[in-house]
């Protein structure tokens, strides 16, 4: 199983980006699917989650500004990021919850944004 994360980048206070994850392998289901970030120095943070019927949840400090959503034809997710801020730049994980025999929990790569000032 491999989640391949795309759409990161440089971009100017009050941008937009858009982050992409495509589960790619050979697996039964996939449920939730989720964002996470990891600044330098700092602890890994949820940023958005969704599950397989659509809900989902945000960080209270990207509420308004960023929207995950969910394509489960192509077992790929979307965070469209707007009105982007410098304590947004990170390393952006996606994270995927996988059944292949029994559930677990991948993770793919990460993509960086940059948000400067």
């Known amino acids: ?5 795309s759409g990161g980048g440089l971009v100017q206070s009050g ?3 858009r982050l992409s994850c495509a589960a790619s392998g ?3 289901n996939i449920n939730n699917m989720a964002w996470y970030r990891q600044a330098p120095g700092k602890h890994r943070e949820l940023v958005a989650r969704i599950t397989t019927t659509g809900l989902t949840i945000y ?3 990207v509420k308004g500004r ?5 394509d489960n034809a192509n077992n790929t997710i979307y965070l469209q990021m707007n009105s982007l801020k410098p304590e947004d730049t990170a390393l952006y994980l996606c994270n ?4 292949i025999i029994s559930l677990g929990s991948y993770w793919g790569q990460g993509t960086l944004v940059t948000v400067s000032s």
Request: aromatic residues 14%; charged residues 15%; without cysteine.
């Open 96 to 99: 995927a919850e996988i059944v």
């Open 1 to 5: 199983v491999q989640l391949q994360a």
């Open 66 to 70: 960023f929207t995950l959503s969910r």
């Open 59 to 61: 960080k209270d400090s």
């Open 15 to 17: 941008g937009s980006l």
């Open 26 to 28: 050979s697996f039964f």
